[in-house]
């Protein structure tokens, strides 16, 4: 098992490399730098701008060194060092703007990742043994509806009926009077009237998915020999579905964290950005406009080590849960 | 599931009624060819079809969109703002107690709002608009080579307004607007999945032809690009497009940023049927007649995937228009004045202007949802009826 480990921890070195690559080409993208428009600006608003300041400038944040240099420079700074460059817009070191935003991330993804478990399973399980039945022609028709409309649809429509029906403000993560408040069971009521609408927008999609995985995964076990002799020997039906069936059916949903999550963090991003919730999709987005390359390339890589790590767990789950994949 | 229903019809009636048909008709799907056979077996699944007609029809919008629209999608009419839709009748009151004949739409009344002094639309019972088929409106070049002014359907008098679907922030009418973006947003689903196709079909067969570091190189890439989340990733490359590029450099470059992602799946799709029909005797069997590795992949490998390919391809559409809408919405995709549904849900980003003007939201939202949902039925339909080990 440690072995197995080691050697799944070994493949993910070259998949994060890639990943670091991609988030510094992002960096690197929009033609000029973050200091040429501050240039632009400060010249446009008839500042002064001293040209041995900005020989200076350009020379402590590496403008002029070669790309790989600078690369070098940016990767060996948050490997060792943890720092991820500086935010020109806050005018702050970027490590100091993400843990926050990541924090709220990281524990909406799992929020929303446990709402997928609860809901897809039980509903997967019906479905697969009621085959055809009317409930499970109700369940595809609303999997198909969840998989067929945009996050950002649902999140406008959740919007617009809390709005609308139950009065309830929107946006956000805690009503007005309770944004500066210290945590109180109040103010956990609060968040968790509040948490519902991204929690659904986001996972309906990976529910719908995991749901249809499930429903075809135990149907292809349910008439196989061993069902039907765990039929035969007397066991009571609720034991013969959930012991043996539903226990091998369900190593895809475990094998789904790999590709659910990257969806999730995906969802969040611009779920977070239509109801203002304070993760890490807002504050991307300004990145990205403001051009604020270093905040944004934190952002995107960290995304993506997030899902890395995701399909680490759930790749470890899995060869716990079948020693096949364990011994190969 | 439809299959699945098939598949219990035949085993029931099958061995009763086979003998008895004529053994023409047999031979015939006997012999038939892998096309006709996925003809045959895809026009029993009716959603499937009923899908494929609306996605012609989403097609058919989308070209002849100046004909059809009732007008120009960008005339704003600053006395209209946010008018609601108009219903519209066949019969009015002739004035003599008897209803006479005259399709029309109610023309809008102001009201003011006592306490905030704002102004909404109701229509108006007293007002006729008179509308009919083929009038003639706003003039527009047709595909850009005909001068024409006949639109489908409008104000039998220009001047007066017509807005089915109601109106923007600005008096544009949304029903016009939703018909040019339908334009631009199938069209992004197709060219985007095009070059898409591409990448995919050529890394995928190299990768599973070839096996070994080229295969394990092409798979480490495909798991990098998969492993990103795809919308922080999307955002990024679009937020690097230049603001001063004209909008279809913008148009080409967003298709572009939505197919270098939606590649992955389809190369890994090609890349296993490869490995899979590698070793069918059909292939060593050129293989020993002396055809040469390009002969190999291109007429007899790639061939028999075409069918599975094109399924892959129609379930991959709808990810590409779902991407540009939400980049669009997010205001980085692309802008005005080009009208996409994306652009279009723009103008419902904010409660306030959902709830007071509804129709916005609802109906690019609608079409979105409806082409994704006709594509994915339409995919599932092609997929089921290219597999030839399910019958």
């Known amino acids: 098992m440690i072995r197995y480990i080691i050697k799944r921890l070994l493949y993910m070195i070259p998949t994060l490399f890639g990943m670091s690559l991609i988030a510094f080409l992002i960096i690197q993208l929009p033609p000029g730098d973050y200091l040429t428009s501050m240039i632009a600006s400060m010249t446009q608003s008839g500042q002064n701008v001293d040209p041995a300041q900005i020989a200076l400038l350009r020379r402590i944040y590496g403008f002029d060194d070669p790309i790989y240099v600078q690369y070098w420079k940016w990767i060996t700074g948050i490997v060792t060092r943890g720092d991820f460059g500086h935010s020109f817009e806050w005018n702050r070191p970027v490590s100091e703007l993400i843990w926050d935003r990541m924090g709220a991330t990281l524990s909406l993804s799992i929020a929303s990742l446990l709402f997928v478990w609860a809901v897809s399973i039980p509903i997967g399980i019906y479905s697969a043994v009621r085959r055809h039945s009317i409930s499970d022609h109700v369940f595809t028709f609303f999997g198909f509806l969840g998989l067929a409309i945009p996050n950002f649809i649902l999140a406008l429509t959740l919007m617009y009926v809390s709005y609308r029906f139950l009065g309830q403000s929107v946006g956000g993560l805690y009503s007005p009077e309770y944004t500066g408040a210290p945590m109180s069971w109040g103010k956990l009521l609060d968040l968790l009237a509040h948490l519902w609408i991204p929690v659904i927008v986001i996972g309906t999609a990976g529910t719908a ?17 061993y069902v039907v002799t765990a039929r035969a020997k007397g066991l009571p039906e609720h034991k013969v579905i959930l012991k043996y069936p539903v226990r091998i059916a369900l190593n895809p949903v475990v094998s789904a964290i790999g590709w659910v999550l990257p969806e999730l963090v995906s969802g969040i991003t611009i779920t977070a950005i239509v109801l203002n919730l304070p993760t890490a999709g807002p504050l991307l987005l300004r990145a990205l406009i403001s051009q604020d390359m270093y905040l944004a390339g934190s952002f995107i890589l960290l995304m993506g080590v997030l899902t890395l790590v995701g399909m680490l767990i759930s790749d470890i789950l899995l060869a716990l849960l079948d020693p096949r994949i364990r011994f190969r | 599931m439809a299959m699945n229903r098939t ?41 499937a079809l009923v899908s494929a007609a609306i996605i012609i029809v989403l097609y058919l919008v989308a070209a002849f969109a100046e004909f059809l629209a009732p007008g120009d999608p960008s005339a704003s009419r600053p006395q209209y703002t946010y008018a609601p839709p108009q219903p519209i009748g066949f019969f009015v009151d002739g004035g003599d107690g008897e209803s006479r004949f005259l399709p029309h739409v109610k023309g809008y009344a102001v009201e003011v709002d006592p306490e905030s002094y704002r102004r909404t639309f109701v229509p108006d ?30 104000a039998l008098d220009p001047t007066q307004p017509m807005y089915l679907l109601g109106t923007d922030r600005l008096g544009r009418d949304l029903l016009s607007r939703l018909i040019y973006g339908t334009r631009v947003s199938m069209s992004i689903g197709l060219i985007g999945v095009g070059m898409s196709l591409v990448l995919g079909i050529v890394l995928g067969s190299l990768s599973g032809y070839y096996g070994g570091w080229v295969d394990t190189a ?83 490998i790639l061939p028999s995937l075409t069918s599975h390919i094109l399924a892959v391809v129609t379930l991959a559409i709808p990810t590409m228009i779902i991407a540009e809408t939400a980049l669009s919405f997010l205001g980085i995709g692309l802008k005005p004045p080009v009208v996409s549904w ?40 092609l997929r089921d009826a290219a597999d030839p080990y399910e019958s």
Not at chain 2, 8 to 35: C, F, N, S, Y
Not at chain 2, 230 to 244: R, S
Not at chain 2, 349 to 361: D, E, F, H, K, M
Request: overall charge positive; hydrophobic content about 50%.
């Open chain 2, 125 to 154: 019972d007293e007002q006729i608009v008179p509308i009919g088929f083929f009038v003639e409106g706003a003039p527009y070049k047709f595909w850009g080579l005909f001068d024409m002014n006949m639109h489908l359907l409008g």
């Open chain 2, 7 to 47: 598949v219990h019809i035949q085993d029931e009636t099958g061995p009763a009624v086979t003998p008895l048909k004529p053994e023409g008709g047999r031979e015939e799907m006997a012999a038939a060819g892998q096309w006709k056979l996925i003809w045959h077996k895809f026009i029993r699944n009716k959603l």
């Open chain 1, 209 to 225: 998915k995991l749901i249809r995985i499930l429903r075809a995964n135990l149907t292809d076990e349910l008439h196989k020999p």
């Open chain 2, 218 to 300: 092409i798979q480490r890439l495909i798991e990098v690009v998969s492993a990103m989340p795809t919308i922080p990733l999307w955002l990024g490359l679009a937020a690097a497009i230049p603001l001063t590029w004209s909008p279809l450099q913008v148009y080409f470059i967003i298709t572009l940023i939505v197919s270098l992602l939606g590649w992955t799946g389809l190369a890994r799709e090609v890349r296993g049927r490869f490995f899979a029909l590698k070793t069918e005797d059909f292939v060593t069997a050129a293989r020993l007649d002396g055809s040469r590795e390009r002969r190999l992949i291109f007429r007899h």
């Open chain 2, 342 to 381: 994306g652009v279009l849900l723009q103008d419902a980003q904010n409660i306030r202007t959902v709830s007071s003007a509804p129709w916005l939201l609802v109906w690019p939202a609608g079409a979105v949802v409806v082409a994704v949902l006709s594509f994915n039925f339409f995919g599932d339909g």
